[in-house]
T-cell receptor
Framework: DADVTQTPRNRITKTGKRIMLECSQT?????MYWYRQDPGLGLRLIYYSFDVKDINKGEISDGYSVSRQAQAKFSLSLESAIPNQTALYFC????????????FGSGTRLTVV | DAKTTQPPSMDCAEGRAANLPCNHS???????VYWYRQIHSQGPQYIIH???NNETNEMASLIITEDRKSSTLILPHATLRDTAVYYC???????????FGAGTRLAVHP
């Protein structure tokens, strides 16, 4: 099993719908992150969490919300999806005690029509 | 976190060393240099990081200049599977978020 699992892998949804992207990890790391990537661009940070009780906004949090249900689970929600949220979404974990190298999931490709 | 500058693209012949440069002239004394790569649309993969000394692991070597204002990632024997976008990131290790720039698109050709 992958260290960081994202579901679904692909999703097409309609404008105005609420959608949740899920991320779970088996690394035992406290820190988790959500990034989005638009075609040809680098990743941009949406939200991050340094432990279960800690949630922080990243560069582009507008239109998104997150929930840290447990150490291993970090979900990203789009309350009312819009077409410019069409992107590739990545979840990641890190552990500062291990050189803080991040481990990324395989991504969720979201299309909002 | 300090800003980095990387060339947008580079080419390398298979079997040769790929040397990817990164400028980070405003780096602070407590900031590390991290390298990640992203193959096609997969999740980025951690490669290596360092503070001031040169580092080597099974994937690559990292050479940091004495003044720490630039660094070079070296893939000693590039293969076609090393074709990817390589990101150089400077940050205070363990305490700050990972912020990505545009990276260098490396194409390894036969």
């Amino acid at each position: 099993d992958a260290d960081v699992t994202q579901t679904p892998r692909n999703r097409i949804t309609k404008t105005g719908k609420r959608i949740m992207l899920e991320c779970s990890q088996t690394k035992g790391h406290d820190r988790m992150y959500w990034y989005r990537q638009d075609p040809g661009l680098g990743l941009r940070l949406i939200y991050y969490s340094f432990d279960v009780k800690d949630i922080n906004k990243g560069e582009i949090s507008d239109g998104y919300s997150v929930s840290r249900q447990a150490q291993a689970k970090f979900s990203l929600s789009l309350e009312s999806a819009i077409p410019n949220q069409t992107a590739l979404y990545f979840c990641a974990t890190s552990d500062p005690g291990q050189g803080d190298g991040y481990t990324f999931g395989s991504g969720t490709r979201l299309t909002v029509v | 976190d300090a800003k980095t500058t990387q060339p947008p693209s580079m080419d390398c012949a298979e079997g040769r060393a790929a040397n990817l440069p990164c400028n980070h002239s405003t780096i602070s004394g407590n900031e590390y240099v991290y390298w990640y790569r992203q193959i096609h649309s997969q999740g980025p993969q951690y490669i290596i990081h360092g503070l001031k000394n040169n580092e080597t692991n099974e994937m690559a070597s990292l050479i940091i200049t004495e003044d720490r204002k630039s660094s070079t990632l070296i893939l000693p024997h590039a293969t076609l599977r090393d074709t990817a976008v390589y990101y150089c990131i400077v940050r205070v290790g363990g305490y700050n978020k990972l912020i990505f720039g545009a990276g260098t698109r490396l194409a390894v050709h036969p």
